[in-house]
């Protein structure tokens, strides 16, 4: 006899949580997500369907296979999972479950998804983010981004949160985690490297007035680190010219 599973129908799609690496396309006009686990070799847009990792002609989820996007219940036991080492620079998505699923104790594994919203928690520093600048890893085509403080994006490719919503499109929210703790304001030497900012030239109507903030908060970091560029420049100049004399 074979075993079937108990099915639902709920009235609205049911809600999970769950983190992933926020990517970028290699040319800078795409955004998306890449996960923690076995899937993390296929990064997915706002909107998805899941595909099985192993090659099997069947279709996410499987009963006898593990295939499918995962999530948990709780958003709690989501957020628990960014303090572990090598999930400190993930992103916590707030989705909505679509298509098929199963429903387990505290997850559900399933078809499609939705994300909605992603929260980005505090720089390495403990400052808010305003960016999500390059992390230092990525996937063929797609480069991962974290956290960044306007004081630490520094020379890096970097995007600023409402930058990032808008590559991603399908009305997905990018918001800001408060600060961990008081942070003392950013003066450390830029690297002597060039960054381009994707995606901040021209903004979206409709922006509020933290958004705003954080676009202005960036564009004066790199006017900062340009200026201190151009003092180096200076002071070298100057040093050339007395040698020779």
């Not at 069947?58 to 006898?64: C, E, K, M, S, V």
Request: proline fraction near 7%; glycine fraction near 12%; charge should be positive.
């Amino acid at each position: 006899m074979r075993l079937r599973l108990p099915t639902e129908h709920p009235a609205e799609p049911p809600t999970g949580y769950k983190i992933a690496h926020p990517v970028l396309s290699q040319d800078g006009a795409r955004a998306g997500f890449t996960g923690v686990s076995l899937g993390g070799a296929l990064p997915y847009g706002v909107v998805a369907d899941a595909s099985c990792l192993y090659g099997r002609r069947h279709r996410p989820p499987a009963r006898l296979c593990d295939c499918g996007f995962h999530c948990v219940h709780d958003r709690a036991a989501a957020e628990a999972l960014l303090c572990t080492a090598e999930h400190r620079g993930a992103v916590l998505l707030e989705v909505t479950v679509l298509g098929a699923y199963i429903r387990f104790e505290h997850g559900f594994r399933y078809a499609r998804q939705r994300v909605r919203t992603a929260t980005v928690g505090p720089c390495g520093c403990g400052a808010p983010a305003v960016a999500l600048a390059d992390a230092g890893w990525g996937r063929p085509g797609r480069l991962a981004l974290a956290a960044a403080c306007a004081g630490c994006v520094r020379g890096r490719t970097s995007v600023t949160l409402a930058a990032f919503a808008r590559l991603a499109g399908k009305g997905l929210r990018v918001v800001a985690a408060p600060a961990v703790a008081p942070v003392a304001s950013a003066t450390a030497a830029a690297p002597a490297s060039v960054s381009r900012t994707v995606g901040a030239a021209a903004l979206p109507g409709g922006l509020g007035v933290p958004e705003l903030v954080a676009e202005a908060a960036l564009l004066q970091a790199r006017l900062d680190w340009f200026q201190s560029q151009l003092a180096r420049l200076g002071e070298h100049g100057t040093g050339g010219t007395a040698g020779r004399d």
